[in-house]
């Protein structure tokens, strides 16, 4: 491990490694040693910055979701309609930039493991509003909920189905959700 003195992104390498960690070997087997061993830090470096195991995933899962609800977010920029917001739906869902095999694994962790920690719990939940609150630009709050649910289960389904919808299906089906 290399010492860096004043090493001001520690910390945050800490997260990355934790999120690469979690995908690598599953949350369960997730250890501090696994980590400090991934972000090539000091073992202690873990215990300094974090008061445990617990609140380290739950601020990498934090950090994760942040980063896939800014990415969720991108593909509404140039929206300004309700149907260019379907368009961006269905964009997002076929267009697999954000249900990567590394996104996936995390997500499927965070899902299976929340139900276990309140935390992780409250992680999803802030999660889901900001995606619920991107939508709710162009629908309103039940239908915003209700396309998040879709888009939820939808790129699910678009990763592990033999034969994925095509983009039309998907469009067809985010108007049907929306009524436009």
């Known amino acids: 491990m290399a010492r860096r003195p004043n090493d ?3 910390r945050e390498r800490i997260l990355h ?10 949350i369960q087997a997730v250890t501090h040693r696994k980590i400090a061993s991934c972000a090539d830090v000091p073992l202690g470096s873990l215990t300094y ?3 445990g195991i617990d609140a380290l995933l739950a601020e990498a899962f934090s950090l994760f979701t942040c980063q896939m609800s800014t990415q969720y977010a991108a593909f509404f920029e140039d929206v300004n309609s309700q149907a260019a917001a379907c368009d961006a739906v269905t964009e997002l869902i076929f267009s697999a930039q954000m249900t990567t095999a590394h ?5 499927y962790q965070l899902y299976a493991f929340m139900s ?3 935390v992780l719990k409250s992680v999803m939940q802030n999660w889901m509003r900001a995606s619920q609150t991107t939508l709710e630009h ?9 396309l998040d649910a879709f888009i939820e289960g939808m790129t699910l389904h678009f990763v592990v189905d033999r034969e994925p919808l095509s ?8 108007g049907r959700i929306a009524g436009v």
């Open 138 to 146: 162009w629908f309103d709050p039940i239908t915003a909920r209700a």
């Open 103 to 107: 996104n996936m694994e995390l997500m």
């Open 8 to 10: 001001p992104q520690r």
């Open 116 to 118: 276990r920690q309140p």
């Open 167 to 174: 983009r039309d299906a998907i469009r067809l089906m985010v």
């Open 17 to 26: 490694a934790t999120l690469d960690t979690i995908a690598a070997h599953g």
């Open 49 to 51: 910055y974090f008061s």
